[in-house]
């Protein structure tokens, strides 16, 4: 299959559409800026890659000073260690031998680790892991009141214990996740809740402190909690993502950080004064979150979407001027899921494609 890619120095709006533009002098300002927050608060960074699922940008990333990534999916951590990448946690469950097995043979070649929340995942990570003469890093997941995944405070100092005593594992640490809070529009509240969430997760690394086990790492924080649980005393990581592009629905909590993510479109029909039908759809960009917000031109809006069509409101007489083969860029209220859908981020530098980025991570679910 031939992915037709441009050449570098290709105008903006002579890029074939509908496809992923990132400004790269926002993105590399965002990387720049949270390592630059984290290093004052005295904080590593373990970037969440189930945002961008490129090495390109965890490359970049490491670069900065972080210590390694993360990665949602055992897929997504095949991705990031073929392409070099060494650090990996997976802050999330590993589930069953056939996945459990990917896990071990990654942990033959880089540095990995996994959150568990149950004993009899233990016994398996362990079974697989010293079966393979590997060893795996582990973390207990706590609850701070996403109420997903994770055991309740008290749970942890019994998984320490036996995760510390499994040959071929490693006991690292605690994780928690305070994605109930990052998103929270009122500064205060997130703040609060956000504090909430951490002195539950502290609370626990006490604990399995009390009872002899040493606690290395004690990892949270989404893009919205950067810098508030980074600045609570004990916690030693941030798991951030979403803040090297920024997304509609970020944007609506805080402007810390600059959007540097849009799809870009082609109008191919105007047959009414007001409205244009350009060609993304529901294939190109999501809407879990919402409607995207069309950046330019100005005073246009989106109306609806169906799989390969969108229909722009066209309110004013300056956007109703806008022709067939004119370039529609519109912001993604969720980056993630839009990500996903594409193969390639066109990576734009003052107006010219710089490079055509591969996603090697998008579909990397399993």
């Known amino acids: 299959m031939t992915d037709y890619l441009p050449l570098p120095g290709t105008p903006l709006e002579e890029l074939d559409t509908p496809c992923i533009v990132i400004d790269l002098d926002a993105a590399e300002a965002n990387i720049a800026k949270l390592q630059a ?4 608060m005295g904080v590593d960074v373990r970037p969440h890659t ?5 090495p390109y940008w965890a490359r970049k990333q490491i670069a900065a000073g972080a210590i390694g990534v993360c990665c949602a999916k055992v897929g997504e951590a095949e991705v990031m260690v073929e392409a070099g990448v060494l650090e990996v946690m997976i802050p999330n469950q590993v589930i069953g031998k056939r996945k459990i097995a990917r896990l071990v043979a990654l942990a033959r070649s880089a540095r990995i680790i996994v959150a568990v929340e149950a ?12 079966a393979a003469g590997a060893e795996l890093g582990v973390i207990v997941e706590i609850n701070v009141g996403m109420d997903r995944c994770g055991v309740d405070g008290d749970g942890a100092v019994e998984l320490a214990r036996q995760i510390v005593g499994a040959p ?29 969430a951490m002195r539950i997760l502290t609370g626990a690394a006490d604990q399995i402190r009390a009872a002899g086990i040493d606690v290395k790492i004690v990892s949270a924080a989404g893009t919205g909690t950067y ?19 920024m997304d509609g629905d970020y944007l609506e909590v805080f402007n810390d950080f600059k959007p540097a993510l849009s799809v870009l479109s082609t109008v191919i029909s105007r047959q009414k004064q ?39 409101r066209l309110s004013d007489a300056a956007s109703q001027r806008l022709k067939v083969g004119d370039k529609v860029q519109a912001r993604p209220t969720h980056g993630d899921t839009t990500i996903n859908l594409h193969d390639y981020y066109f990576g734009v530098r003052n107006g010219k494609l710089e490079a055509a980025i591969p996603i090697p991570g998008r579909g990397k679910f399993r």
């Not at 927050?37 to 004052?40: C, F, I, R, V």
């Not at 189930?50 to 490129?54: D, F, G």
């Open 37 to 40: 927050a984290a290093n004052e």
């Open 168 to 196: 071929g594992l490693r006991f690292d640490g605690l994780m928690g996740y305070e994605g109930h809070t990052v998103a929270e529009r009122d500064y205060e509240t997130r703040k609060t809740e956000a504090e909430k």
């Open 50 to 54: 189930k945002t961008n699922k490129s």
């Open 227 to 245: 810098n508030i649980t980074g600045r609570v005393a004990g916690v030693t990581e941030l798991q951030c993502g979403s803040y090297i592009f």
């Open 274 to 312: 007001d409205v244009a039908i350009v060609d993304m759809g529901l294939k190109s960009i999501s809407i879990d979150r919402g409607l995207a917000e069309v950046i330019s031109p100005p005073g246009a809006s989106i109306i609806k979407h169906s799989e390969e069509h969108t229909a722009v």
């Open 119 to 130: 004993s009899s995942n233990v016994d398996d990570l362990s079974e697989a892991a010293s």
